[in-house]
């Protein structure tokens, strides 16, 4: 029961890079999302989507592109590193978007541009 | 503009006392509040919610109290055990909004549980 997988797990990226962090899950659910965890905060949704070919901008979206091509998959693109996109990273999926559908959490991803 | 806050940053409690986690709110359009659960180098794990049709909701050791007029919300653990420490986020979210899409989290607290 893998639910949902992102890598990589680590990733020291230098300014100005790019790079794309993976997301898949396995319970064929129709919303997928993308947060960020900044240390000592909350998490804060960057983009989400809703169904496969439809993606849609959350709280903090600026440096950051998403796709969502399959089902399955909802990779997150980051353009031009910069230091304040060090973070840890959360993909995340819930079967709809009816209140008591739980979003399930992949294990995170350990961001730091230098 | 913090619209869910956790404003301690920890907790320690002894082993079979009881913990309790508070939220406040400031969003009127909130109706639907959660609680996610975080070991480090894991994921966030949902733990319990509630919807604001209702003051409480329990399930075995956790029970989440809401209190609509006062916008506070709290997580009550009994008895506490050691394998409860872990950074525990209150969550919120509007219908009108689409509930998952526009879930809105508060900074977290760090329950230790002392043996």
């Known amino acids: 029961n893998a639910g949902v997988t992102q890598t990589p797990k680590f990733r020291i990226l230098k300014i100005g890079q790019s790079m794309t962090l993976q997301c898949t899950q396995d319970m064929n659910h129709n919303y997928m999302y993308w947060y960020r965890q900044d240390p000592g905060m909350g998490l804060k949704l960057i983009y989400y989507s809703v169904g496969a070919g439809i993606t849609d901008k959350g709280e903090v979206p600026n440096g950051y592109n998403v796709s969502r091509s399959t089902t399955e998959d909802f990779p997150l693109r980051l353009e031009l590193a910069a230091p304040s996109q060090t973070s840890v990273y959360f993909c995340?999926?819930?079967?709809?978007?009816?209140?008591?559908?739980?979003?399930?959490f992949g294990e995170g991803s350990w961001l730091t541009v230098v | 503009d913090q619209q869910v806050k956790q404003n301690s940053p920890s907790l320690s409690v002894q082993e079979g006392r009881i913990s309790i986690l508070n939220c406040d709110y400031t969003n009127s359009m909130f109706d639907y509040f959660l609680w996610y659960k975080k070991y480090p180098a894991e994921g966030p794990t949902f733990l319990i919610s509630i919807s604001s049709i209702k003051d409480k909701n329990e399930d075995g050791r956790f029970t989440v109290f809401l209190n609509k007029s006062a916008k506070h919300l709290s997580l009550h653990i009994v008895p506490s055990q050691p394998g409860d420490s872990a950074v525990y986020f209150c969550?919120?979210?509007?219908?009108?909004?689409?509930?998952?899409?526009?879930?809105?989290f508060g900074k977290g607290i760090t329950l230790s549980v002392r043996p």
């Open positions: 969550a919120a979210s509007g219908l009108s909004s689409g509930a998952n899409s526009k879930l809105t």
């Open positions: 995340a999926s819930s079967p709809s978007r009816a209140p008591g559908n739980t979003i399930y």
